[in-house]
C-alpha cells in the first residue's frame, strides 16, 4: 500500500513551485472547487504566497521531516490534531471534518504528520472539491474529489484496516 501512495492520486505538476502554482490557479479559475484544501507545509506557503487561499490548509511545520518556521494566516481559525507517521489517527478525521463543517478558512495544525491527511480529505470533503498537495522531489498533485476518488479511498481504507487487523491476530 506504501508503494500506491507514491504515486500522485491526482495531476501532477514538475517543476518550479511558482510556476506550478501559476498552473494550479488557472486550472482552480476554469473548475471553480465547491472546495480547496492543501496539505503540506511547501505547498501551502507557496499557494498562500502567490495568492491562491484555501479554505483549508494541513500542516505540521515540517518539511522533508525538517522543522521549519510556523506559517499560517492570522485570520484563520486554528484546529490542533494528532496523527502518527504512516496512519491517520481518529484525531485528524476529527479535525478534518470540523475544519470542513465550519466553511470558513481554517489550518489544521498536525502535532506529528500530516502525509496521509489527503486521504480523509478526499472521504470527507464534498464532490467538486479539490486538493493540493506535495509530491517529494517532484512537484505539486491536483486532486479532483469525484466518485471515482471517494470509492478508490473507501478501498484503500477498507484494505488498511484488513492488514492492520492481519498485524493484530500476528502480533497476538
Known amino acids: 500500500m506504501r508503494d ?5 492520486l491526482g495531476s501532477l505538476f514538475e517543476g518550479e513551485p511558482d510556476i506550478n502554482v501559476q498552473r494550479i490557479s488557472e ?7 465547491t472546495m480547496l484544501a492543501s496539505v ?5 506557503r507557496h499557494l498562500i504566497e502567490k495568492g491562491v487561499d484555501p479554505n483549508i490548509i494541513v500542516i505540521d511545520f515540517r518539511i522533508m521531516r525538517r522543522d521549519v518556521e510556523p506559517h499560517s494566516p492570522a485570520d484563520r481559525l486554528t484546529i490542533p ?23 470558513r478558512k481554517t489550518s489544521v495544525i498536525v502535532e506529528g504528520e500530516e502525509d496521509l491527511a489527503v486521504i480523509p480529505l478526499i472521504e470527507l470533503m464534498p464532490l467538486g472539491s ?7 522531489n517532484q512537484g505539486m498533485v491536483l486532486v479532483h474529489v469525484n466518485e471515482e476518488m471517494k470509492r478508490w479511498v ?14 493484530r491476530i500476528k502480533n497476538g
Open 81 to 103: 490534531a494528532k496523527n502518527r507517521r504512516g496512519t491517520i489517527d481518529v484525531s485528524l478525521w476529527k479535525a478534518l471534518r470540523k475544519a470542513i463543517m465550519l466553511k
Open 4 to 8: 500506491e501512495l507514491k504515486k500522485p
Open 27 to 33: 486550472m482552480l479559475g476554469l473548475d471553480e472547487p
Open 154 to 167: 473507501e478501498r484503500f481504507l477498507k484494505r488498511m484496516e484488513e492488514a492492520q487487523d492481519e498485524d
Open 40 to 44: 503540506g507545509d511547501f505547498v501551502s
Open 130 to 136: 479539490m486538493i493540493i498537495y506535495g509530491q517529494p
